[in-house]
């Protein structure tokens, strides 16, 4: 069984910038799929952004392109997620997410979750 853990958030105020980063445990995670999702309050979990297994193919919500850059690096079990000019609407939690499919923006596509981590940008 897979870990994820979840670590960057914070509170930060609009224009400004977080890295988020996320561990999994085990031996195989660079077979994986990577992704990273969001849930605002009262809100459904939304796709932010995902990684190939190798990083040679990413893809990103609309909402975040030419902001967030997703990243992994497979010798040290992460995978990050880089944001520029954060605005209020991208408060949220943030979960990292684990999948066997080569892409997918889809949440039922992750099998494995981490606890999420709750970014706050302030006006």
């Known amino acids: 069984q897979v870990q994820l853990v979840e670590s960057g958030g914070g509170l930060v105020q609009a224009g400004g910038s977080l890295r988020l980063s996320c561990v999994a445990s085990g031996r195989t995670f660079s077979s994986y799929t990577m992704g990273w999702f969001r849930q605002a309050p009262g809100k459904e979990r939304e796709f932010v952004a995902a990684?190939?297994?190798?990083?040679?193919?990413?893809s990103y919500a609309g909402s975040v392109k030419g902001r967030f850059t997703i990243s992994r690096d497979n010798a040290k079990n992460t995978v990050s997620l880089q944001m520029n000019s954060l605005k209020v609407e991208d408060t949220a939690v943030y979960y990292c997410a684990r999948s066997s499919r080569l892409t997918s923006v889809e949440p039922n596509d992750f099998g494995s979750w981490g606890q999420g981590t709750q970014v706050t940008v302030s006006s």
């Open positions: 990684i190939s297994w190798s990083g040679s193919i990413t």
